[in-house]
């Protein structure tokens, strides 16, 4: 009787266990530093670039990128003339957009490893987590990304690589585009969608 009533306590403390790990790894954060949570996208994106698939970036994109926050913010002005109503679409666009250009670019530089070096306070406007990236040829870059806290968990806000954002390369490249074609974000959409 003790040892079926040993078993059974068993198999619900692992049932809590595994849905406690399940729980952190599906929906991202509970309890996780953004530190913590920094490494892990970290990791996820080193096995997208060992794959080399758009599809295994854009799933990593669409899991942890702040995509309305970065995708408004790339269309400036415009942003306010594109119907909401269109907005998954562009969204969809932009994220494989940068899934494409990571899957072309990716193999030029292998990373070998990524490591959270250090975590800033952080404040309303996001905390920043620095890393360092080690290339498989052995050069090394720091990054400093901007985490914003999203529900219960986490979403990446933007990346600072040797001293320049990476946004404001893709708020350049949208808006210049927007402007050249009638400034008109619909443009934009259409061709983030081929």
Known sequence: MLWAFSRIRSAGCLAILVA????????????????????????ELIVAQKSGGVAQFANVLRQHMDVP?????????????????????????????????????????????????????????GTNVDSRITLMTGESYDIRWLVMKS???????????????????LDDLFQNYITENGNNPRALVLALSR
């Open 20 to 43: 406690c790990f399940a729980a952190i790894s599906a929906g991202g954060a509970w309890a996780e530093s953004p530190a913590v949570y920094m490494q892990r996208v970290q990791n």
């Open 69 to 125: 926050g970065i995708g408004l913010t790339a269309l400036g002005p415009h942003a306010r003339t594109l119907p909401k109503d269109e907005r998954p679409t562009y969204y969809n666009g932009m994220i494989n957009f940068i899934a494409k250009y990571a899957a072309k670019e990716g193999p030029k530089y292998m990373v070998r490893s990524a490591v959270v070096t250090g975590q800033g306070p952080g404040d309303a406007g």
């Open 151 to 169: 529900g219960s968990g986490y979403k990446v806000r933007d990346a600072q690589v040797v001293g320049f954002w990476m946004t404001s390369f």
